[in-house]
Each structure stands twice: as structure tokens, then as C-alpha cells.
């Protein structure tokens, strides 16, 4: 008979692992049922080991009390079986109890308390595997929601350019080509940036972000006009190089709002602190149109277009006053090619002097369309994706999250971390 030390004791442990059940599920924001279901194939597993045979172990889990109760269930045939785990044959079942019959079931209790610490550090591993793994899926399933989202984490490393990310339950990884070139890094600094791509690798779910994308300018526009967050203004395209220029359209459905002088604000308070979480990139905001002839002076504005001239349905030529030339081409032609992408049609420029000097044959080859480009085999870009983020293969191994965390050991927390150019 147990004595009231003994049944204080037993209920303190009883006590002690619902608190630890409990403590595991908060911490890990994890199901009830997956633990409780892990802690009976852990014990259940643990049973075998200690008794060195291959039988069905049952496990009941008193969540509320903490009492675990561990047992051996067999069911006796007659001469044949299927499952020699779970079955016993009647001769075999008589020789234990004369009583049994064909049917019957052979239930013998296990004591729990002797299996042993080799027993219960087995059933402990399999506990974390499973609540390990279930984590994974979840923050997998988690972030795929969550494609285009801006998130804020902690520069954590960098590896060869691609800088690691703490974003608290998870890492993440903004590749060199996802970043804006000007920036520089150093340990522990808050970093925003939006979400690219979510894939599932053997090492776990590797997060990928972007501050290059036009998805993270948006998202910027969002946090700091009012107006797009009630969805009052609308962007409909942004097109960037970035760190440099960037050129964004906004509609509104209210024709009382200027969406321009909304996304600009008071004294351009609205848009600077856009332009500062962007390196001072460049920021050109317009009103958008259906009529491409105004939204091209829109765009290449404040430089005064002269002239339009359509060049079949793929390339409009635009002559535009020789003092605005240089304005309207931009730097390196970045100016023009950014107007072409928002514009969705080439822009071809030249300025109204340069025009008029060119003969009738150089004329009409530039209001000549050009043939239709030949088609080119389509190619896996995702694999193409796969390779430069090292995900998998031997291309670029260093990006593997896990491989940086592991290289990263031993970094001085002073050292300026900044993308090799």
C-alpha cells in the first residue's frame, strides 16, 4: 500500500508534467494533440526498447493530472498470425492464462517508472524531432502566406553578399542581387524588407526577401499614405532601379483627392521618408491614365514632348525639345528605360534639332517596326533561382542558411558587414 509520501510524490511528478506539456505547447505554439500524441509513440517506442520485443505498446495520457500509463495489448487467434506484434496464438495465450479464449485480449501493465534513462532520453528525442518538424511546416506554411508582406528583422550575417536575417521565429536570406547596391550592413541592425519567395528545403524552410523588388516600395507607400492603405489611391505600377530611380503610377477612384499630391504630403514629408528607407533613391510619382499619349508626357515630365510618333504596336518614337533631352534620356539612359517599362510600350527619344537633321532614309528607318523577335527555348528559371541561392546542387552551396549560421561562429559583432561591389 502506498504510503502518503509516496502518493504526494507521484502526484507532484503528475503535476510537473502537465506543466511541462502545457510549457512546450506555449513556447512552441504548437497543437496540445501533436504533443500529446508525439509523448505516446515517444513512451510507446521507449517501452519496446526496455522490454526488447517487438509488441503493441498502448499509451493514455492524462493531460490535466500528468499521469502517463503505459500497457501491452495483444488479442489471441487461433492458429494464425498476421501481426505478430499485436496477435498471440490461443496455445501460446493459455500457457500465460487457461482462461483466454479465441478473441480475448491480453493486457498487461507497464510500469513507466523502470523503463530506464537511456528509454526516456529516446522518447525525449523524439519529442523535440516531432515538434521540430511540426515547426518547420508551420513557419513554411506560415511565410508562404505571407508573399509580398514587409517584414522587419536583424542583420544577423553576411556570406559572400547574401545577407542572413532574423526575423525571430525564423531565419531569412536577401540575396546580393535582391539588395540595394548603395547600402551598407553591420551586425545587429534593423532592416526591412519584403517577402520574394518561400521554399521548403531538406534543411528546413528557407525565407527569401527583397529590398530590390517594386513589391517593397509599395509596401513602403502603403505604411506611409494613408490614402493607399484605405485603398482610397490605388498604385498601379511601380518600376525601379534601385537605389537610383524609381517611377510609381497612382490612380484614385475619388476625383476630389489629388493621388500625386497625397503619396507627395505636406512638404514632401510623405515620400522623403520613402526616399530615406530607400538610400536617397529617386522617387517620380504619376497620375495614372488610360490615355498612353498623356500618360507618356506624364512620365518623361518635366522635359516638354514635341512630338509622337507610333511605330507599330511595340515602339512609339518621342521628339522632345533639345533642351530637355538630357532630362528625358536620364543617366546612362536609365530615365528612358524606366519610362519605357512603366509606359509598357519602348520609348524611343530623340531630340527635335537631332530629328529634323537626319535625312529621309534615316527617317524612315527609325519609323520602320521592327520584325517580331524570334522565340527562345524556355528555360527553368526557378532551377536558374535554385542555383545562384544555393538551395540546391553544388552551384552556390554557401547560401544554405544553415551552412552561413555555421560559418558566421566567432564573427567580432563590430565588424561592418557590406556587400562585396
Excluded at 490461443?90 to 501493465?109: F, H, K, R, S, Y
Excluded at 556570406?159 to 521565429?169: A, F
Excluded at 510609381?248 to 489629388?258: E, G, H, K, L, N
Excluded at 530607400?278 to 498623356?294: G, K
Aim: proline share 4%.
Amino acid at each position: 500500500m502506498a504510503t502518503k509520501r509516496q502518493i504526494a510524490h507521484e502526484t507532484q511528478k503528475g503535476l510537473d508534467i502537465a506543466a511541462a506539456l502545457g510549457a512546450v505547447t506555449k513556447e512552441k505554439n504548437i497543437n496540445i494533440d501533436l504533443v500529446l500524441d508525439s509523448l505516446r509513440d515517444a513512451i510507446a517506442m521507449a517501452a519496446r526498447k526496455y522490454i526488447d520485443k517487438d509488441i503493441n505498446v498502448e499509451v493514455d495520457v492524462d493531460r490535466e493530472k500528468g499521469v502517463i500509463k503505459a500497457y501491452t495489448l495483444q488479442r489471441v487467434v487461433l492458429d494464425q498470425v498476421t501481426d505478430p506484434a499485436s496477435e498471440l496464438i490461443l496455445d501460446d495465450a493459455q500457457d500465460i492464462d487457461p482462461t483466454l479464449e479465441v478473441g480475448d485480449e491480453i493486457v498487461e501493465e507497464l510500469d513507466v517508472n523502470v523503463f530506464g534513462r537511456s528509454a526516456i532520453q529516446t522518447a525525449k528525442q523524439i519529442i523535440i524531432q516531432r515538434v521540430r518538424e511540426h515547426e518547420r511546416e508551420k513557419i513554411f506554411a506560415d511565410f508562404s502566406d505571407r508573399i509580398g508582406e514587409l517584414v522587419t528583422g536583424t542583420v544577423q550575417q553576411i556570406e559572400k553578399g547574401n545577407l542572413l536575417i532574423n526575423l525571430g521565429r525564423t531565419e531569412a536570406i536577401i540575396p546580393f542581387r535582391e539588395q540595394i547596391r548603395k547600402e551598407r550592413y553591420r551586425q545587429g541592425d534593423p532592416i526591412r524588407a519584403c517577402i520574394l519567395d518561400v521554399r521548403n528545403n531538406v534543411k528546413g524552410p528557407q525565407v527569401i526577401l527583397s529590398r530590390a523588388c517594386p513589391e517593397f516600395v509599395e509596401r513602403l507607400f502603403e505604411i506611409e499614405v494613408p490614402e493607399i492603405f484605405e485603398r482610397i489611391v490605388r498604385v498601379i505600377k511601380v518600376v525601379r532601379a534601385p537605389g537610383y530611380r524609381a517611377k510609381v503610377a497612382v490612380t484614385t477612384s475619388d476625383s476630389r483627392i489629388d493621388p500625386v499630391g497625397a503619396c507627395v504630403g505636406m512638404r514632401g514629408n510623405r515620400v522623403q521618408a520613402i526616399v530615406r528607407e530607400l538610400s536617397n533613391e529617386r522617387m517620380d510619382i504619376v497620375h495614372w491614365t488610360e490615355d498612353q499619349n498623356l500618360l507618356i508626357r506624364r512620365i518623361l515630365a518635366p522635359a516638354e514632348v514635341r512630338k509622337m510618333i507610333p511605330v507599330g504596336d511595340a515602339k512609339i518614337v518621342v521628339i522632345i525639345s533639345d533642351e530637355d533631352l538630357a532630362i528625358a534620356i536620364g543617366r546612362e539612359g536609365q530615365n528612358v528605360r524606366l519610362s519605357s517599362k512603366l509606359a509598357g510600350i519602348e520609348l524611343d527619344i530623340y531630340g527635335e534639332e537631332e530629328f529634323s537633321e537626319f535625312t529621309d532614309e534615316q527617317q524612315e528607318e527609325i519609323l520602320t517596326a521592327p520584325p517580331p523577335p524570334e522565340e527562345e527555348p524556355e528555360t527553368d528559371d526557378a532551377e536558374d533561382d535554385e542555383d545562384d541561392l544555393g538551395v540546391e546542387g553544388e552551384a552556390a552551396p554557401e547560401t544554405e542558411l544553415a551552412d552561413i549560421v555555421e560559418n558566421a561562429v566567432g564573427q567580432d559583432a563590430d565588424e561592418e558587414l557590406s556587400p562585396k561591389e
